[in-house]
């Protein structure tokens, strides 16, 4: 099967019987288990810790505080580590859930008995907690933020004279839209298995980058990289909680420093809402100018999130209007409100999936106050150059995308008024989809054997997004092999580097160094079998004239040439390819919802999602990630909050009980996922472009404006949960 090919997951079968190994399963000989004590207080200091109760607990070791952890080698500070302090090294309290304290067991159930006998003593100090969620309260909260290396992007931008455009647009939409902080929630709770030899460490992690976790515990130690071996068989799902170090990572390797044993941390549902990164609660105030036929001349965008007190995570969602339509005059500002609480992070569809909730509802209520289409809307202000830089695109079928989507949605003979349904009322709604195109450096080797089998090695991570099919897919393609024949092997740091698993970059770099790889190995055996590296082509374990029938057999090539392998490598540098283009992934996606007013219940009942994303290496994996995508924007539509107690100074929830997430009774079998025809060879070799995120953006804005359309309530703070729609 090569690239084009709906090949099924490889891994299916491992994963859905348990033979997977995840971080959680692994054991070292005499391995320590360590469990958390968290803090209970939002701010403050740690007075005392009495951990004399927890040391008579049977099984107990150690429990480690900030009075027997060593200093870093190095300042914690900025990526790969999550936020620039190192819990357990000083008495100060950040916010609720920090670690304190590390109990150390024979077992697992010693370590959590311990952790639950530690006694703590505080001192609290006044607590700066989020503001209310109310736009005058927030935009006084709100500070510049400083760059402590957690934001990619510029937090102001400006075009034209947006002021004075919007100021004196015949028509203005300018509304606040808000949505709640939401928890990552993967399947796999992360996970970390630290191990000492001499001076050399092993770690086994559940992460999304094992070179992160290489190079920053490497400094944290002032050892060399050489000396640091991350490996991550698996990643049990991630969502972007995994990308950067957490404390755990961290903590472990220095505990297992200490006690001189091997330790392993498995966090518990309850850390997982203490000390991990969340999508922050955002707040974006919209202005849309625009004249009678809806042609905008100023797109304004003021965005406040929440972030720690010791670092500005900034949520970029004005990057959305940077590069959506086209519009003579912009103004775009990022702000952060600073408060006692955990560091967020990026989150599946950061950046422009928090952006477009607020301007493709914006742009809704433009249409509706003009009494234009939607989608017409969306074509007058197609935007054929980056709006923001004047660049051309790297490639762009959005306008395709929006034709062909409407056409499998009907939108076009959809019933201009809602429609009853029993007790439900049906309305339709639309939004465009918009996604980063994010490329990171990647190398590959590709080693074939004489018995026709071959090898992949590179350094990428499993998350389960399909990577671990497709990869074998590329080569499978260049070396004439079915993709069995081929075994990958990554999440290994020994193994040839390659870029993160997030940002939905696997493909375009780790791919394209597989491709160049596999193309090596090509172009070694054309060589040994005297035909140009660019005419051969391998079939069937032959190799030959392209275009031909005739060619000789692999293995005979090999053994003519005394060779029992032939090794390729591949490489991926984002510098080479396409610069002075811009980068984006684009859809559209309709939706049908139903609303039953006496009762406040939404349903999404059917959707179309039609996207330009470059060429799709696997209709199967791709359609199935792009499922997974408007699902995850179902649930940010209509379900996700992380409820926040301000007199607790904490998220409510602890664990997953009564946290809301979209189940197989909330999801439609009716979803449609399209695939305008289309090859990017600007953005990667590869032709394609990402699709793990795209799905879900959106999604939100298409929900909330077809419950516009159904009952006449405009829905601006997510999510849209019953009581905002009785009557
Ligand atoms: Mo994602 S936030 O790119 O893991």
Not at 513 to 530: M, S, Y
Not at 708 to 721: N, S
């Amino acid at each position: 099967m090569s690239i084009g090919e709906p090949l099924s997951r490889i891994d299916g079968p491992i994963k859905v019987t348990g033979g997977a190994r995840y971080t959680a399963d692994l054991r070292a000989p005499n391995m320590l288990h360590g469990a958390f004590v968290t803090a209970t207080i939002p701010a403050g200091k740690v007075l005392a810790i009495d951990h004399s109760d927890a040391l008579a607990e049977p099984g107990v070791v150690r429990v480690l505080t900030h009075e027997d952890m060593f200093p870093p080698k190095t300042t914690v500070a900025g990526p790969p580590f999550a936020h620039s302090f190192l819990p357990l090294q000083g008495d100060e309290i950040r916010h609720e859930g920090q670690p304190i304290a590390l109990a150390l067991g024979e077992t697992l159930e010693a370590a959590e008995a311990g952790a639950r006998r530690v006694r703590v003593r505080y001192a609290p100090t006044t607590v700066q907690p989020p503001a209310a969620l109310i736009w005058s309260e927030l935009d006084r909260a709100a500070v510049a933020p400083k760059n402590s290396g957690y934001f990619f992007f510029e937090p102001e931008f400006t075009k034209g004279k947006a002021d004075q455009n919007l100021a004196g647009a015949r028509n203005r939409i300018e509304a606040v839209y808000s949505q709640p902080s939401r928890h990552h929630n993967p399947m796999e709770p992360s996970a970390v298995l630290a191990q000492w030899r001499g001076d050399a460490l092993t770690i086994y992690a559940s992460t999304q980058h094992v070179y992160a976790v290489q190079t920053g515990l490497a400094a944290l130690f002032g050892i060399p990289p050489e000396r640091v071996r991350v490996i991550s068989q698996h990643t049990g799902g991630a969502f972007g909680v995994k990308g950067l170090i957490w404390p755990q990572e961290a903590l472990a390797a220095i505990a297992a420093k200490i006690v001189e044993r091997p330790v392993r941390i498995v966090l518990s549902r309850a850390n997982m809402y203490s000390f991990l990164g969340y999508q922050p609660r955002i707040v974006q105030k919209m202005g849309l100018g625009a004249d009678e036929k809806g042609t905008l001349a100023v797109v304004t965008h003021d965005v406040v999130n929440l972030t720690s007190v010791t670092d500005d995570f900034i949520e970029f969602a004005t990057e959305a209007s940077k590069s959506l339509y086209a519009t003579p005059s912009m103004q775009l500002r990022q702000r952060a409100e600073r408060a006692h609480v955990a560091m967020p992070t990026a989150m599946r569809a950061p950046v422009e999936g928090p952006g477009l909730w607020a301007l493709e509802s914006a742009m809704d209520e433009l249409a509706v106050d003009l009494g234009v289409d939607p989608l017409n809307l969306r074509l007058a202000n197609y935007a054929d150059a980056d709006p923001a830089t004047g660049a051309p695109w790297s490639s762009k079928k959005l306008r395709e995308a929006y034709d062909q989507g409407a056409r499998l949605f009907g939108w076009r003979e959809r019933p201009r008024a809602p429609w009853r349904d029993g007790d439900w009322i049906i309305g339709h709604g639309m939004a465009s989809c918009l996604m980063g195109t994010f490329r990171f450096p990647s190398h590959a080797r590709v080693t074939l054997r004489r018995d026709g089998t071959a090898v992949i090695e590179t350094g990428t991570q499993d998350i389960g997004t399909g990577t671990l099919t497709i990869f074998p897919q590329i080569a499978a393609g260049v070396l004439g092999l079915p993709s069995s024949s081929i075994e990958l092997k990554m999440g290994d740091s020994k193994l040839p580097e390659a870029g993160p698993t997030y940002g939905s970059s696997s493909t375009t770099g780790v791919g394209a160094a597989v491709l160049a790889a596999a193309q090596d190995v090509r172009g070694q055996l054309a060589r040994l079998a005297n035909l140009s590296p660019g005419e051969a082509t391998l079939a069937d374990g032959r190799i030959g004239r392209a275009g031909t029938t005739e060619g000789f057999p692999i293995a005979d090539v090999m053994n003519e040439a005394g060779e029992r392998e032939i090794v390729g490598s591949g490489s991926f540098d984002p510098t080479q390819h396409g610069a002075g283009y811009s980068m984006r992934t684009f859809g559209a996606i309709f939706v049908e919802v139903g609303v039953d007013p006496e009762l406040g219940l939404l349903r999404l009942r059917r959707v179309v999602g039609s996207y330009s994303v470059g060429r799709i290496i696997n209709p199967r994996t791709a359609r199935a990630q792009l499922v997974g995508g408007i699902i995850w924007g179902w649930g940010m539509a209509a379900m996700e909050q992380s409820a926040f107690d301000a007199s607790l100074g904490r998220f409510l929830s602890k664990n997953l009980a009564g946290v809301t997430i979209p189940v197989n009774a909330d999801i439609p079998t009716d979803i449609t996922v399209h695939f305008v025809d289309e090859i990017d060879e600007k953005a990667s070799p590869i032709g394609g472009k990402g699709v793990g995120e795209l799905g879900a953006t959106g999604v939100a804005a298409a929900v909330a404006n077809a419950v516009f359309h159904a009952t006449g309530k405009r829905i601006r703070d997510l999510p849209i949960t019953p009581e905002k729609l009785v009557a």
